[in-house]
């Protein structure tokens, strides 16, 4: 009897251990796949008025199987405040209409990669910035009675034009929470760019407590902001022991200029909970003092 | 005595006073400080050079030939003799050079001080002094200050002071300042170039099996996709027939990325996502914008939402609109059209970011029979 009540109860474990596995293992299953991969995801590119200038992505096929290529250029524009794009016909940035590609199909072994070439001509009377990318797109397997997939990735190319632009960032908002129980804190920084070139913006966001003494540097990634739009660019510190009030100063640079942009905000750090637990225990050693004494000298004399 | 009375009915003694404050004492130990911050910072010195900038051409670490410009606004109208800014390590305290930092010969390219006659020195490396050897009263407007000349520190993504003061004489008597302004020296390759370093981004797809999960359903994915068809059969009428993919993003680059969702146009009025001759199967109502519980195609004449076809993601942090839609009170689904829809999204470089997306397919009763195809689109775009 006493076997059975072990046995039962480990043959149910062994059991649901069985099941749960295989169970994973069924609604994990993945079929075989296809990858491409594209170098560089984006590149940029200057170019004087009325001259021609070449570019090249390269895509290899990550995949076990041969794959049919198509490539085309397409323009795009910022969509969104995060850096994503959107392909589109209809830019005021257009390169597409400029650009000439080396090859539009071609087939990629398993494991090949295949260096397709751009040539952008710039009309004579160009100015500012224009916005394409190479669009690889894996042609797709037409089957009766089903839905093909059709798989593309795109590499992006930005154009700046030689000569006069009009480079004009500024910094819309610059926040943090404003209280955070410890780090990391994340500094929002939100971009607009009322130029008409992309800007880059890169920088650092100086942290000082109280008392003005510098607490940490955090650095601002390099970031493209298309003409027209805003982005949002996140920068985090972290690893700090925090507590109090604390100034943040955006020192932003961005253009050929290399102008200067500052913004301040300012945050509070507490670790409520621990307080809290702190404060806690302190009152109900206060409020136990009589017996604590009276244990302290039964123990102790 | 009507005093001492009272103090003894409320048996208040120095020990039970002496205890009450200790605890109290505890108490404000730890709140206080922090709570302090708020009123005890921001106490500078009396006037202040008030909207304190500084610009220089190069932020490269150890960069040479570089200018330096400074901003402010006085805050009286005494005529200023002289002018020292020193560059430190640190806002306050004792001023340590940065470590590279030289004010070199400076020049003062620039300024719109009141006076005539400027001797411009560097007292020390790090620091630049101008003397106005006839002062004159100096309105309170903006007074912009221009060093060529001076190396940057050499340290990488570091931020320095400059403290500026003001003196009505040669160095003794104050009328401005010292005030601080912070300024930043980035990499050494900090310009913008273009990416050198072989930066790359990978799109992967693969299919699903059925029987698999999708988006908070249990076993609820009814075909086995492969990486480049969605094989949803022969269709029972009144049922909706789920199909998965996975669909994988690597980039070793700084970029972020955006996969998105569309179909081919085909020769049908309004681009319908599946056709078969005439007939066609219709996207389902729910848009990227706002998604929907999926719902039974209810159309009585032919391929007239007869038959609906959708997606949806897994992903719960778009980046555009309700980042959610999908997922909260999913799955939730949209229809397709010939322009891409948000499906899956990461602002910031991600290496091996697998995200599961669905399709979906109902028909009902008045759905002509039919061989149905049509091209699912999928783009993934790097961030710019």
């Not at chain 1, 090949?112 to 100015?127: C, F, G, K, L, N």
């Not at chain 2, 002062?135 to 903006?142: E, F, L």
């Not at chain 2, 039974?296 to 939402?305: F, K, V």
Request: hydrophobic share 40%; net charge neutral.
């Amino acid at each position: 009897m006493k076997r059975l009540f072990i046995i039962v109860p480990l043959f149910a474990v062994v059991a649901l251990g069985t099941f749960f596995f295989f169970h994973q293992y069924v609604v994990t299953a993945q079929v075989a796949g296809q990858g491409l991969e594209v170098s560089p995801p984006s590149q940029e590119v200057i170019i004087d008025p009325g001259t021609t200038k070449t570019i090249k992505a390269k895509l290899t096929n990550k995949s076990d199987s041969t794959l049919p290529i198509e490539v085309r250029i397409e323009d795009f524009t910022a969509k969104g405040n995060e850096g994503q794009i959107e392909l589109t016909t209809t830019s005021d940035y257009s390169v597409s209409s400029w650009t000439d590609l080396s090859t539009n199909s071609f087939t990629l072994a398993p494991g090949e990669a295949r260096e397709v070439t751009a040539t952008i001509t710039a009309p004579s009377d160009a100015a500012g910035s224009r916005f394409g990318s190479f669009v690889f797109a894996i042609k797709a397997d037409d089957q009766p009675g089903a839905a093909s997939i059709s798989q593309q990735i795109a590499s992006l190319f930005l154009v700046k034009i030689s000569g006069p632009v009009d480079e004009k960032l500024n910094i819309i908002s610059f926040s943090a929470p404003m209280f955070s129980e410890f780090s990391p804190v994340t500094f929002a920084i939100n971009f607009g760019n009322e130029g008409n070139v992309y800007s880059k913006a890169r920088g650092l966001v100086n942290v000082t407590d109280t008392f003005g003494n510098k607490v940490a540097d955090v650095v601002v990634d390099e970031t493209n902001i298309f003409p027209g739009a805003e982005r949002i660019v996140n920068a985090t510190l972290d690893n700090q022991f925090l507590i109090g009030k604390y100034t943040a100063t955006a020192l932003i640079y961005y253009g050929e200029d290399n102008t200067n942009l500052t913004a301040t905000t300012t945050f509070f750090v507490f670790p409520l909970r621990i307080a809290a637990v702190v404060i806690a225990v302190l009152f109900v050693l206060y409020f136990l003092r009589k017996r604590l004494k009276k244990a302290g000298k039964a123990l102790f004399g | 005595m009507n005093y001492m009375r009272i103090l003894s009915a409320r048996r208040i003694n120095l020990r039970y006073i002496r205890k009450t404050i200790l605890v109290a004492f505890l108490i404000l130990a730890l709140t206080v400080p922090p709570l302090a911050n708020f009123s005890i910072g921001n106490i500078y010195a009396a006037s202040p050079l008030t909207n304190y900038k500084i610009g220089i051409n190069n932020s490269q670490s150890g960069a040479t030939d570089v200018t330096y410009t400074f901003n402010w606004t006085t805050s009286g109208t005494n005529p200023i003799k002289q002018i020292d800014i020193q560059v430190c390590t640190t806002p306050s305290g004792t001023c340590n050079a940065p470590s590279g930092f030289s004010s070199g010969t400076p020049t003062l390219s620039a300024d719109n001080i009141a006076g005539s006659g400027r001797t411009v020195s560097a007292p020390t490396a790090n620091a630049f002094r101008v003397v106005v050897t006839t002062p004159a009263t100096q309105s309170t407007q903006s007074m912009n200050l221009t060093f060529t000349g001076v190396t940057n520190p050499t340290s990488d993504n570091t931020t320095f002071y400059t403290r500026a003061t003001t003196y009505s004489d040669t160095g003794s008597t104050i009328i401005d300042g010292p005030t601080v302004a912070a300024f930043a020296v980035l990499t050494s390759s900090s310009i913008a170039v273009t990416a050198s370093v072989d930066p790359s981004f990978t799109f992967s797809i693969a299919g699903v099996s059925s029987g698999a999960n999708f988006n908070g359903g249990s076993g609820n994915v009814d075909v086995t996709t492969t990486a480049t068809t969605i094989p949803f059969g022969t269709l029972s009428v009144g049922d909706q027939t789920i199909a998965a993919h996975d669909v994988t993003i690597s980039s070793n680059a700084l970029n972020g990325y955006q996969v998105t969702a569309s179909h081919s146009a085909g020769l049908l009025a309004g681009n319908p996502p599946l056709a078969s001759g005439s007939a066609n199967v219709d996207s389902f109502t729910g848009s990227n914008a706002s998604p929907a519980t999926w719902s039974s195609p209810n159309g009585t004449t032919a391929s007239t939402n007869t038959g609906f076809f959708g997606y949806s993601t897994e992903d719960s942090s778009l980046c555009t609109g309700t980042v959610d839609r999908f997922t909260n009170g999913g799955p939730n689904w949209a229809g397709s059209s010939t322009t891409g829809g948000e499906l899956i999204c990461n602002a910031n470089a991600v290496t091996g970011q697998t995200t599961r997306i669905g399709w979906a397919i109902e028909v009902n009763a008045y759905q002509q029979p039919g061989l149905y195809s049509g091209t699912a689109i999928l783009i993934a775009t790097p961030t710019y």
